[in-house]
């Protein structure tokens, strides 16, 4: 281990800085770093440094793209830094930025430099990782659509797939090299491609001549931060020691698998064990690092909702597997996703629908309620005053340090600092098992914990950090079972703040250094003892009551509260909210559902959060001794300070009366959206679909000329297909497979005639339905209309399989009777395919349909003339219509009111048909209701506006005789309503309606 001798001092009390002065990361002497100039992020075995400080990456993935406001990118942020994360990892979607081959636009909500300068202000490095592939359930990977019509196999080092990578590499390239440490910017490191890992025969894999290429490209346009990849699988391609190499090995671990609907079951192997010995044998000279680790879980359509991911995932996973992580020694860790966010605007992968919520901690209308968003505040905060963590060498799991074989510990040590990560042998237990602990200590030797009687217990699925010699700034905790959530040292005390599990019973000892000891709260449950060593013992016992907590003030100014994991929820430890603060304040307090920012002002504190109940404030170290003002989110608060400097004070909170139109009462106005199958409709200036060979190489095409939306520039929403011919009287059946992607749908029209549809399946992504022709006359001239549900393009995970390229549109037909090279076709897709219109909301937002090409979708669409109608009434035969309303939003200024747009129907019910749904012209939802699960569509303020008129469109395309309504309409969902001190939210941009040339 290569610097494990000199770090022998940051147990003893060292703080990071005198540290860092002593000890340089290993700045690698590689070609390629030494060009680079840089020595501000360097990296040894055990962690990264910034400026020569050992820095634990605690990371949270967000991607800005799926939160297409981005005045509420900060807001996102916050609750990161607020949870205790110091960095923010960002996947770039190259579809959304190069939907036009050399078009490169990142600007309006696509635009970067306003997220770099919110993470930094908001005190968060970044990890971007722009691709090329990204994965991350988006359309294609993140490959734009006229990747498909690109020759040979996709992420390989051929000629024509660098080429085709290399503008968008350099564009984003600068982008992210502007924003980086070494430009006063928040980037610290930077990931090449992803999982790159895959490849059929004959592919290398690795390739290294594409991965050169690409790292290659990104340096080339000033990137000269380390470079970290991810493997999906820990085999060790592409290390610091392959021919073609990264900086920094990364693997990403998803161990509990996806099965979110049997959220209490583990799987029987899901405990990764062999990962230090991998990591040792595979990487062993950089830090352990996991750029992604499972934060939830994706669902496919049909599949169970998200809520479901949140259980199987939620704060209990979080505390067995990412402390066995911490294990193993991440000291570079990433949890994806943190914040999911929505898939709007047709952004995402053919398998999944509207939301991307992912069971995240943070939940898809940005709340923080769900547990496993406390928990993680638990550990992270555990990082920034535990620096010995950083150093520790680490060792396999072991039972030697336990009496009891059901428990099992992994110590990780220091010379001084020793950690034992403590769980269940069987990781997946639910069983209350009790053990006693044997601690190493440096003046007591071996201890066996607890000592003053009882057993330390592991209820459920739990893993606990127990610690010993841990060094609080100049009192020395010899041990503790409880888990350490902070501690500060002040002037005039120290504070130590510790929790345990309700039902656990715990033990800490302190090194005497000054005079005695009292209990000042919870007496009856706390004993303290004088150990003949020259310690002091303290054991106590935790009952469900979560207001139960224990103080104890040891050598004269040392407090030690030991909390209810329950009540440690309510702490925080937050930000000054002074903008590059990569760190925390000194402020310990507890404020309940969320604190953003803690200021001093000389003898003012200014706190910023949100609550969503009257809320009781207590801060227990960091006030200003004399604290003369209080204030929370500006309003100054009445308050009181007792002679030990802790303050309290209670933020009121009032339930704000909401008012919501009655959805459907609206007017709304109706217009038909299949304007195609009436007679008088002329397509003459569609695209033609005349291809004779497909410039997509996947496989050749099965019907006369390519009828593959991509051949033609189309790859998003909705796809529309003409066939003309002339009858010669003996036409009976036509035969038609469709492909659209999972519980994709197509119907089919011959004139005016409905013939039928492909109403689509849970998982399946191709569909063939053979249709009655009625009798034509010979020497009519006829045409079929195909509309085609595009749910999105394969991602391009193995390279050689080239799912990318699976089409969208007619794969295969026959037309009994006819010939079936005498039918004329043309296509239509998004207006101006690749060439998309509206460049405000990107290349994805709209698709095929006729309202869509004429941007009626958009606010204030030409509707004076159009008849009234509304969606509850709906079709009375298959067919597409569009409905329209606007109405206002007055919303009490100074709440969060997250808001959703929930459709009256039972998931997975017997209604057929397809709606989106659009709000200020943003796609905010794709609804089917046949397929589920999604029917309720959080809609974010900005997107809405919550102070003012907003129009609403719907599109719904019956697909089955009888036509479809929206039984019961379509109702407001009002989400948990909080007082918020984040301010006021800017709207996206929302372009109107304008006539739209070329569309018909
Ligand atoms: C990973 C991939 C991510 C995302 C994740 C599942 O393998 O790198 O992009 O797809 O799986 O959500």
Redesign the pocket.
């Known amino acids: 281990m290569l610097f494990s001798k000199p770090l022998q001092g940051l147990s003893l009390g060292l703080t990071l800085a005198t540290l860092a002065a002593g000890v340089h990361g290993n700045a690698r002497s590689t070609d390629n770093l030494q060009s680079r100039e840089q020595d501000i992020v360097t990296w040894d075995d055990h962690s990264l440094f910034v400026h020569g400080e050992r820095l634990m990456v605690f990371s949270a993935e967000f991607h800005p793209f799926r939160l297409p406001v981005p005045s509420l990118w900060p807001d996102i942020l916050q609750k990161i830094k607020a949870a205790g994360y110091n960095c923010v990892s960002i996947?770039i979607d190259w579809h959304l930025l190069e939907a036009k081959r050399g078009d490169f636009r990142a600007d309006g909500i696509f635009a970067l430099e306003p997220f770099f300068e919110a993470a930094k202000k908001a005190g968060l490095y970044v990890l971007p990782r722009p691709g090329p592939y990204?994965?991350?359930?988006v359309s294609g990977?993140g490959f734009p659509g006229w990747l498909t019509r690109v020759p040979g196999a996709l992420r390989t080092g051929s000629e024509a797939f660098m080429n085709a990578t290399d503008h968008y590499t350099s564009e984003i390239g600068k982008i992210i090299a502007d924003a980086q440490i070494t430009n006063g910017g928040p980037v610290i490191l930077f990931q090449v491609e992803?999982?790159y890992q895959h490849a059929l025969d004959p592919f290398p894999m690795p390739e290294y001549g594409y991965w050169e290429g690409v790292v290659e490209q990104y340096r080339r346009s000033g990137i000269v931060v380390p470079s970290i990849n991810?493997e999906?699988h820990m085999y060790g391609y592409i290390t610091a020691h392959t021919p073609a190499s990264v900086d920094i090995y990364g693997h990403?671990g998803?161990p509990l698998g996806f099965d979110c609907e049997n959220p209490q079951q583990w799987p029987e192997d899901g405990l990764p064990t062999d990962w230090l010995e991998k990591n040792n044998r595979i990487a062993p000279d950089t830090p352990y690092t996991i750029p992604?680790f499972q934060g939830g879980?994706?669902q496919h359509w049909g599949q169970s909702g998200f809520e479901d991911c949140a259980l199987l995932l939620n704060m209990e996973f979080e505390r067995v597997l990412y402390k066995n992580n911490y294990a193993v020694g991440a000291t570079i860790f990433n949890i994806?996703?943190t914040f999911g966010g929505t898939n709007w605007g047709n952004l995402g992968h053919a398998e999944g629908f509207t939301s991307y919520d992912?069971g995240a901690q943070i939940t898809e209308e940005r709340q923080v309620w769900r547990e496993k968003y406390s928990e993680v505040k638990l550990q992270a905060n555990f990082f920034h005053v535990s620096p010995a963590y950083l150093a520790a060498d680490r060792f396999n799991s072991s039972l030697q340090y336990t009496n009891n074989g059901d428990i099992t510990v992994t110590p990780a040590t220091t010379d001084t600092t020793k950690f034992y990560i403590t769980r269940h042998t069987q990781y997946d237990s639910v069983e209350s098992v009790p053990y006693r602990l044997t601690v190493k200590t440096t003046d007591h030797g071996d201890i066996e914990v607890p000592q003053l009687g009882g057993d330390l217990i592991l209820n459920r699925r739990d893993t606990k950090i127990h610690v010993s010699d841990y060094p609080v700034g100049d009192e020395h905790v010899i041990y503790s079972s409880a888990e350490v959530f902070t501690w500060k040292k002040y002037d005039d005390k120290t504070v130590l703040v510790v929790y345990g599990g309700p039902g656990e019973h715990h033990e800490m000892a302190v090194e005497n250094r000054g005079n005695g000891f009292n209990v000042l709260q919870g007496e009856q449950d706390v004993k303290v003892k004088k150990a003949d060593d020259g310690y002091t013992i303290i054991s106590w016992n935790i009952s469900d009551d979560v207001e139960d907590r224990k103080v104890v003030r040891v050598n004269d100014n040392f407090y030690i509260y030991m909390l209810n994991r329950n009540e440690a929820y309510n702490f925080w430890v937050p930000p000054t909210g002074a903008g590059t603060d990569y760190g925390t304040s000194d402020i310990i307090l507890k404020a309940g559902y969320l604190l953003r920012t803690a200021q001093r002002d000389g003898k003012t504190l200014h706190l910023v959060g949100d609550v969503n109940a009257t809320t009781p404030i207590e801060i227990i170290g960091g006030a200003p001794p004399k604290l003369e003002k209080l204030t929370f989110n500006g309003r100054p608060l009445h308050f009181q300070q007792t002679n030990l400097g802790v303050v309290t004070a209670t933020v009121d909170f009032k339930e704000p009366k909401i008012k919501l139109p009655n959805l459907n009462k609206l007017k709304w106005k109706k217009i038909d959206s299949l304007p195609e199958i009436s007679r008088k409709y002329d397509d003459s200036d569609w695209v033609d679909a005349d291809l004779e060979e497909s410039p997509n190489d996947s496989a050749p095409i099965l019907t006369p000329v390519s009828l593959r939306a991509g051949d033609y520039g189309f790859h998003t929403g909705s796809v529309l297909f003409r066939g003309h011919f002339t009858a010669n009287g003996k036409e009976s059946v036509l035969n038609i497979t469709t492909q659209g992607g999972q519980a994709f749908g197509s119907s089919v029209w011959l004139d005016s005639t409905f013939l039928g549809s492909w109403v689509g399946e849970v998982e399946v992504d191709i569909g063939t339905v053979v249709l009655e022709l009625p009798k034509l006359k010979k020497g009519t001239k006829h045409v079929f209309t195909v509309v085609i549900d595009h749910m999105g393009l394969h991602?391009n995970y193995v390279i050689g399989e080239d799912t990318l390229k699976i089409p969208r549109g007619i794969i295969e037909y026959t037309l009994a009777g006819h010939e079936d090279d005498d039918i004329t076709w043309k296509v239509q897709g998004n207006l101006g395919g690749e060439d998309y219109r509206d460049k405000t909301r990107g290349p994805l937002n709209e698709g095929g349909m006729y309202i869509e090409r004429q941007g009626y979708h958009q606010p204030y669409p030409p509707s004076r003339k159009w008849k009234r109608g509304s969606p509850e009434k709906g079709l009375s035969k298959p067919g597409i219509a569009f409905y329209t309303t606007t109405f206002n939003l007055d919303i009490p200024r100074g709440y969060d009111v997250p808001l959703a747009l929930e459709f009256d129907v039972a998931p997975r019910g017997s209604s057929v048909y397809r709606v989106q749904l659009f709000v200020n012209g943003y796609q905010f939802g794709k609804f089917v209701p046949h397929i589920g699960p999604q029917s309720r569509f959080p809609i974010p303020e900005g997107i809405l506006n919550h102070h003012g008129e907003n129009t609403l469109g719907i599109t719904l395309w019956a697909m089955e005789e009888g036509g479809a309504k929206l039984d019961g309409g379509l109702r407001w969902d009002v989400s948990m309503v909080t007082e918020t001190g984040f301010g006021e939210i800017e709207m996206a941009p929302a372009p109107e309606w304008e006539p739209r040339e070329g569309a018909h």
């Open positions: 996947y990204i994965n991350a359930e990977g992803n999982e991810n999906a990403d998803y992604e879980g994706f994806y996703m992912y991602g």
